[in-house]
């Protein structure tokens, strides 16, 4: 199977500008995850996404939303841009199995807002 | 509030020798703590688990221990690879009201395995 796939994989952004960053989850996957890497931060987790309904949001402003499709593909946008929002974005789609759930990451987006 | 934290930021060993890593967590409802391997320009990788039911597992050269009374988990890496150099992530999850499993992730600890 493919793995987890994002794009773009760079992106450079200037302060006020949107963004949006697009993420294709392992197929069979229903469950795609948001997460923002900074330095010395680890992997905050934004928000996840299943059957293209939002079922957990993490503590960011409203400035960072997501969506996600019927076919399971999921996009997130940043509008409004700060330059602390530079980062690595980190999509991960899992699935469940014995009641346990598995996380699989993808490469990630690393967007610098100048 | 950190809840899951992992205080060493950075850990060097030499080949052959075990690697420890470690990680100490706060909220009760953890029952189920994953270990993740980061390189460089790729993502997070999954590498190891274990069910707060068990004290141990074991995966070839690599064994999660749990401490429930400490709220502690260590990874160990035996024998340590020049290509186990890598960042190294904890988490945790808890069985949610909605019955959805969320990860709260630690900040890493960056292992590197001297030649």
């Known amino acids: 199977k493919a793995g987890v796939t994002q794009t773009p994989r760079y992106l450079i952004k200037t302060r006020g500008q949107q963004v949006t960053l697009s993420c294709s989850p392992i197929?069979?996957?229903?469950?795609v995850s948001w997460y923002q890497q900074t330095p010395g931060q680890g992997l905050q987790f934004l928000f996840e996404?299943?059957?293209?309904?939002?079922?957990n949001k993490g503590n960011f402003p409203g400035r960072f939303s997501g969506r996600q499709f019927s076919n399971s593909r999921s996009e997130m946008n940043v509008s409004t841009l700060e330059l602390g929002d530079s980062a690595l974005y980190l999509c991960?789609?899992?699935?469940?199995?014995?009641?346990?759930?598995?996380?699989?990451f993808g490469p990630g987006t690393r967007l610098l807002v100048l | 509030d950190q809840q899951v934290k992992q205080n060493s930021p950075s850990l060097s060993v030499q080949e052959g020798r075990i690697s420890i890593l470690n990680c100490d967590y706060t909220n009760s409802m953890f029952d189920y703590f994953l270990w993740y391997k980061k390189y460089p320009a790729e993502g997070p990788t999954f590498l190891i688990s274990?069910?707060?039911?068990?004290d141990k597992n074991e995966d070839g050269r690599f064994t999660v221990f749990l401490n429930k009374s400490a709220k502690h988990l260590s990874l160990h890496i035996v024998p340590s690879q020049p290509g186990d150099s890598a960042v190294y992530f904890c988490?945790?999850?808890?069985?949610?009201?909605?019955?959805?499993?969320?990860?709260?992730f630690g900040s890493g600890t960056r292992l590197q395995v001297q030649p």
């Open positions: 991960a789609s899992s699935h469940t199995s014995g009641g346990r759930e598995t996380q699989y």
């Open positions: 988490a945790a999850s808890a069985n949610m009201n909605t019955g959805r499993r969320a990860l709260t």
């Open positions: 996404y299943f059957s293209e309904t939002q079922r």
């Open positions: 274990i069910s707060s039911i068990k």
């Open positions: 197929s069979g996957h229903r469950s």
